[in-house]
């Protein structure tokens, strides 16, 4: 079964403390995304990757950090700088010539 | 700069009526256009897109959307609401190049009234 995984569905941290969400994909894409999802705000991009040990920062990158070693994988940390990591985060993917792009079901990360 | 703008917040409708959401983008090329669906707690779906050609489309579980270049919108449209169709609907234009980056509205919650 083709899709996308994203593990736990619910995480909770303490402040001050890093933590990595994880994101899996078996459907062969290149492309792989994350977004921060706030409640009447959208989705809005964290970081994006095209293609394995290479990635980007999105438009809220500041307090995050991503890797790509595997063309399946793509785990974003949520570091201690960022000031406010409560939210909901998504995780997508795409093959590099197409616009669109298929979410896992989501991580919600309370941090207090 | 790119952006899309659902004005809608909340809209209640009666099951079995009509539905229209609105959305309209501002983007200086011919866009890419989605609408995706969020049930509570629960990642994206597709419901539609559009890359070219006809100006209405048809997506899944009923809905369809009309691009109309002259007003720079992308409405979806469904003619029998259900009370399954209870979700937020969020409406997307690709940026298209390298980035393959998508722009999303705020979304528009959708509550469903027996």
């Known amino acids: 079964d083709g899709g996308i995984t994203q593990s736990p569905k619910y995480l909770f941290r303490k402040e001050g403390q890093n933590v990595t969400l994880s994101c899996e994909q078996n459907l062969n894409h290149d492309a792989m995304y994350w977004y921060r999802q706030d409640p009447g705000q959208g989705l809005r991009l964290i970081y994006y990757s095209q293609i394995v040990n290479d990635f980007q920062k999105g438009d809220i990158a500041e307090g995050y950090s991503v890797s790509r070693e595997k063309k399946e994988s793509f785990p974003l940390t949520v570091t201690s700088a960022q000031k406010n990591p409560t939210a909901f985060y998504l995780c997508?993917?795409?093959?590099?010539?197409?616009?669109?792009?298929?979410f896992g079901p989501g991580t919600r990360l309370t941090v207090t | 700069a790119q952006s899309v703008t659902q004005p809608d917040i909340h809209i209640t409708v009666s099951e079995g009526a009509s539905l229209e959401l609105r959305c309209n983008y501002s983007?200086?090329?011919?866009?890419?256009l989605f609408w995706y669906v969020q049930s509570p707690g629960q990642g994206l779906q597709l419901l539609l897109k559009?890359?070219?050609?006809?100006?209405l489309v048809q997506g899944i579980k009923g809905f369809e959307a009309e691009f109309k270049r002259s007003q720079s919108s992308f409405n979806l449209r469904k003619p029998s609401v259900h009370w399954s169709d209870a979700a937020e609907y969020f409406c997307a234009v690709g940026v298209g190049g390298s980035q393959g980056n998508l722009i999303f509205g705020k979304g528009t919650k959708l509550s469903v009234k027996p």
């Open positions: 559009y890359f070219s050609g006809d100006t």
């Open positions: 997508a993917s795409s093959t590099t010539d197409s616009e669109v792009q298929y």
């Open positions: 983007y200086g090329a011919t866009p890419y």
